[in-house]
C-alpha cells in the first residue's frame, strides 16, 4: 500500500513499445482508481492524457508554462477513448501548444530540409 500522498514519475514508460506504454498506463490507472493518490506524472508522451484531470504543457528551458489543459472526460476511463473524436481533438490542442514555441525558432542546422 502507497503511505505517501503523492507519486512522482518522470518519464516511466519512455523506453517501452507503444503496445507496452498504453498497457503500463491501463495498470497505473488501475493503481489509481485503487488508492486516489496524486500522481505528477512528467511526459512527452502525448496520449498520455488518457491518465490526466489536468496537464500543463512546458516550454523548453527555461521552463515555462505554455498551457493548461482540463482533462473533461469522466472517470473510469478506458482505453477506447483515445479512439474517439473528443479525445483527438483534446490531443490536437496540445500538439498545437507544443508546437506553437516552435515557429521561428528552428535553427537552420536542425531543418530538416536546411532552411
Do not use: N, Y
Amino acid at each position: 500500500m502507497f503511505s505517501s500522498t503523492l507519486l512522482l514519475m518522470d518519464e516511466p514508460f519512455g523506453a517501452l513499445d507503444a503496445l507496452t506504454r498504453l498497457r503500463m498506463q491501463e495498470l497505473l490507472r488501475d493503481i489509481w482508481e485503487q488508492f486516489r493518490k496524486t500522481i505528477l506524472f512528467v511526459t512527452h508522451d502525448i496520449e498520455a492524457l488518457l491518465l490526466a484531470d489536468r496537464s500543463i504543457v512546458m516550454q523548453a528551458p527555461p521552463g515555462r508554462i505554455r498551457g493548461e489543459i482540463t482533462v473533461p472526460f469522466e472517470r473510469p476511463r478506458m482505453t477506447e477513448i483515445i479512439a474517439s473524436s473528443e479525445f483527438m481533438r483534446l490531443k490536437q490542442h496540445c500538439l498545437q501548444l507544443v508546437h506553437s514555441e516552435r515557429r521561428g525558432d528552428t535553427l537552420p542546422r536542425l531543418s530538416p530540409l536546411g532552411l
